[in-house]
């Protein structure tokens, strides 16, 4: 049953994806440009609301959530690697795959470069003895760092994103009325 709701909410959220032109090269571009804040907006949204979710269902005992390891070392390397990936190809793991599904040719180039990055990053790994677990720092929590139980500490980084949102919408409009006032349009 649990398999059939991850395929029912994967399809509803890519369809909204889709929706918000998540998949267009263009549309990311330029939210990297920070020229159109629509998906990064959209994004913020979702991981906010998310959040709340997936700790209601904590609280009800409905779903357990399983810490992995925190590595800052490896987050940072990661963090790097899938930054110049995505200035580079326009294109998230996610968004590359939905791109792919609506026959976009260079959102597979991505994928199949992802798969060869990760091909390759085993092959490093596992033949040179590359390793970061010397930097981790164990199964940590926020909620553990902050000494507040999880569901209240969820539901204010939701207030926190979403009052981010809010900021970012209030800056795009400003920016948008500094450029229309230079602007004589005659009818």
């Given at each position: 049953?649990?398999?059939?709701l991850?395929v029912?909410?994967?399809?509803?959220f890519?369809f909204?994806m889709q929706r918000?032109g998540a998949?267009?090269?263009e549309?990311i571009?330029?939210?990297?440009?920070l020229?159109?804040?629509?998906i990064?907006?959209?994004?913020?949204?979702?991981?906010?609301?998310?959040t709340v979710?997936i700790?209601?269902?904590?609280?009800?005992?409905l779903?357990?959530?399983d810490l992995?390891?925190?590595?800052?070392v490896?987050?940072i390397?990661?963090?790097?690697i899938?930054g110049?990936g995505?200035?580079?190809?326009g294109?998230?793991?996610g968004?590359?795959?939905?791109a792919?599904g609506?026959?976009?040719r260079d959102?597979a180039f991505?994928?199949?470069?992802?798969?060869?990055g990760?091909?390759?990053?085993?092959l490093?790994?596992?033949?040179t003895?590359?390793s970061?677990?010397?930097?981790?720092?164990?199964k940590?929590?926020?909620?553990?760092?902050i000494?507040?139980?999880?569901?209240?500490?969820a539901?204010?980084?939701?207030?926190?994103?979403?009052?981010?949102?809010f900021l970012v919408?209030?800056?795009?409009?400003?920016?948008?009325n500094?450029n229309?006032?230079?602007?004589?349009?005659?009818?």
């Amino acid at each position: 049953m649990s398999l059939w709701l991850a395929v029912i909410f994967g399809i509803a959220f890519g369809f909204i994806m889709q929706r918000v032109g998540a998949f267009e090269y263009e549309n990311i571009i330029n939210a990297l440009r920070l020229k159109d804040l629509t998906i990064p907006k959209f994004m913020l949204m979702s991981v906010a609301i998310t959040t709340v979710g997936i700790f209601s269902l904590r609280s009800l005992g409905l779903v357990s959530l399983d810490l992995i390891v925190y590595n800052p070392v490896a987050d940072i390397l990661g963090g790097l690697i899938f930054g110049i990936g995505f200035a580079f190809a326009g294109y998230c793991p996610g968004t590359s795959i939905g791109a792919m599904g609506e026959g976009k040719r260079d959102a597979a180039f991505t994928v199949i470069g992802g798969i060869f990055g990760v091909f390759t990053y085993t092959l490093l790994q596992q033949y040179t003895g590359i390793s970061t677990t010397a930097f981790d720092m164990g199964k940590i929590n926020l909620a553990d760092l902050i000494h507040l139980n999880s569901f209240s500490l969820a539901v204010v980084y939701s207030i926190i994103l979403v009052a981010v949102i809010f900021l970012v919408d209030r800056w795009e409009q400003n920016r948008q009325n500094s450029n229309l006032k230079g602007v004589n349009i005659n009818v």
